[in-house]
């Protein structure tokens, strides 16, 4: 079992830049691969990075690409999503999940931070 909790969120203008948290909880979470999705208000959830178990492997959404950037660390059992360049439309509900086995469903949710980008 794997509790995540994400902080960082909050309001920031047009082309500031946050970078979120996510801790988690027990001692196997260098076995996980980890994401960030975000929901936007009348959205669905979306795909916004991941990042493998051993940190070397990322992926992005194309909306996001070169501007945010994902990383971990394991020995701190954290994963972080550093966003540069943000937009109006990267606001949203961000969350931070994690799975057992790679290119499945994701298996734990965190709760979820607001990030706001005002124009």
């Known amino acids: 079992q794997v509790r995540l909790v994400e902080s960082g969120g909050g309001l920031v203008q047009a082309g500031g830049s946050l970078r979120l948290s996510c801790a988690a909880s027990?001692?196997?979470?260098?076995?996980?691969?980890v994401g960030w999705f975000r929901q936007a208000p009348g959205k669905e959830r979306e795909f916004v990075a991941r990042?493998?178990?051993?940190?070397?492997?990322?992926a992005y959404a194309n909306s996001v690409k070169g501007r945010f950037t994902i990383s971990r660390n394991n020995a701190k059992n954290t994963m972080f999503l550093q966003m540069n360049s943000l937009k109006p439309e990267d606001t949203a509900v961000y969350y931070c999940?994690?799975?057992?086995?790679?290119?499945?469903?994701?298996?734990?949710w965190g709760q979820g931070t607001q990030v706001t980008v005002s124009s």
């Open positions: 999940a994690a799975r057992v086995v790679p290119n499945t469903e994701y298996d734990y």
């Open positions: 990042i493998s178990a051993n940190g070397i492997i990322t």
């Open positions: 027990g001692r196997t979470f260098s076995s996980y691969g």
